[in-house]
C-alpha cells in the first residue's frame, strides 16, 4: 500500500546531489516498519483500482457514470443517493435506466458494496 507521495521540484543542475541524498537515506527508508522496498509492483493505476471506491452520490449524470466506470473499472463504483440534497425517486429512475449491461448495474447497485463492506 502506498502511504505517502511526495512530489519534489529538484533545483535544475541539483540533480547529481539529490540523487546522492536519495542513495543516502534509502537504507534509512527501508529499515522503516512496514517498508517492502522503494519500487511499485503495480503501475499506480493498479493501486487505485484496488484501493479506492467511489460513488455516484449527488451525481445523475449518465456520461459522468460512464466515465467514472472507465476510469475506475465497475468493481470500484458504488451506487449511493445525496439524502436529503437528493430525491430519491430520481436517484433510483436515473441508475436504473443508465446505460449500463445488467452486470455492470449489479455491480454498481450493490454487488461493490456487499464485497467493500462484507455484507
Not at 40 to 69: D, H, M, R, W
Not at 97 to 104: Q, V
Amino acid at each position: 500500500m502506498i502511504t505517502e507521495i511526495a512530489q519534489i521540484d529538484v533545483k535544475p543542475g541539483m540533480e547529481k546531489d539529490f540523487e546522492a541524498g536519495v542513495a543516502k537515506a534509502a537504507p534509512v527508508f527501508k529499515r522503516a516498519k512496514g517498508c517492502h522496498g522503494l519500487t511499485l509492483e503495480k503501475p499506480p493505476s493498479a493501486y487505485f483500482q484496488s484501493n479506492i471506491f467511489i460513488t455516484t452520490s449527488g451525481v445523475c449524470s449518465a456520461p459522468t457514470l460512464v466515465g467514472a466506470i472507465g476510469e475506475m473499472g465497475a468493481h470500484n463504483v458504488l451506487f449511493s443517493i445525496d439524502y436529503p440534497y437528493e430525491s430519491t425517486a430520481v436517484a433510483c429512475e436515473f441508475i436504473e435506466t443508465a446505460p449500463l449491461d445488467e452486470a455492470t448495474r449489479a455491480l454498481v447497485c450493490s454487488g461493490n458494496a456487499r464485497r467493500l463492506f462484507k455484507l
